[in-house]
């Protein structure tokens, strides 16, 4: 049976942070679906096609970053979307027997254990905690959007692709 783990999230963008846990969970497993899912706690600024295509650019420029897949022959990426319905329907579909996240920081793992918790009791599903790599522990999509609207520079925090995207959804809201 392969191993197979999903990495859900807002990704609204993808940052550096979110790139570094794909590779690593990448190299544990042998598929690994990173998945969009509507929050509808939060208003998103891309839509979730939008969010796919950033992805997609992203793992593909990834080596440029100092973040290199692995290779296609270990694993698999798969990128989808959760619209509606539990995360925990979405693994049974998919086969997957694991969640990924990544933890910052304490206020991260608050946040986490009771969802984690919650997903192994309805279907079983445990959570994997990557600690987030030091370098990448304080940024957020929340605040490379805050950063980006402002007119700062967001180079070190997200791909290029990204970078533009942004730079166009800024220029967009004035
Ligand atoms: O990047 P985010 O916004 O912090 O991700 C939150 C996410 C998508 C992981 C969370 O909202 C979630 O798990 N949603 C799926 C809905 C679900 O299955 N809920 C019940 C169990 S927690």
Do not use: W
């Not at 990448?26 to 969009?36: D, G, K, N, P, Q």
């Not at 998103?44 to 973040?67: C, D, H, M, Q, V």
């Not at 997903?119 to 999509?141: C, K, W, Y």
Request: with cysteine.
């Amino acid at each position: 049976m392969p191993k197979i783990a999903v990495y859900p999230g807002s990704f609204d963008p993808l940052t550096f942070g979110h790139l570094d846990i794909v590779a690593r969970a990448a190299r544990l497993f042998e598929e690994l679906h990173i998945l969009v899912v509507h929050n509808p706690k939060k208003a998103p600024r891309f839509t979730s096609e939008e969010r796919i295509e950033l992805i997609k650019g992203s793992l593909a420029e990834a080596g440029r970053y100092g973040t290199p897949m692995p290779s296609a022959s270990h694993s698999k990426i798969v990128i989808a979307t959760l619209e509606q319905g539990l995360l925990v329907d979405y693994c049974r579909k998919v086969g997957a027997q694991a969640l990924v996240k990544g933890v910052r920081s304490n206020a991260d793992l608050e946040y986490e254990l009771p969802m984690a918790r919650v997903n192994r009791d309805l279907a079983g599903v445990e959570t994997i905690l990557i600690p987030a790599d030091p370098a990448q522990g304080f940024v957020s999509s929340s605040l490379v959007k805050q950063v980006a609207d402002l007119g700062g520079s967001v180079e070190k925090y997200v791909p290029a692709n990204i970078v533009k995207a942004l730079a166009a959804s800024a220029a967009d809201r004035k």
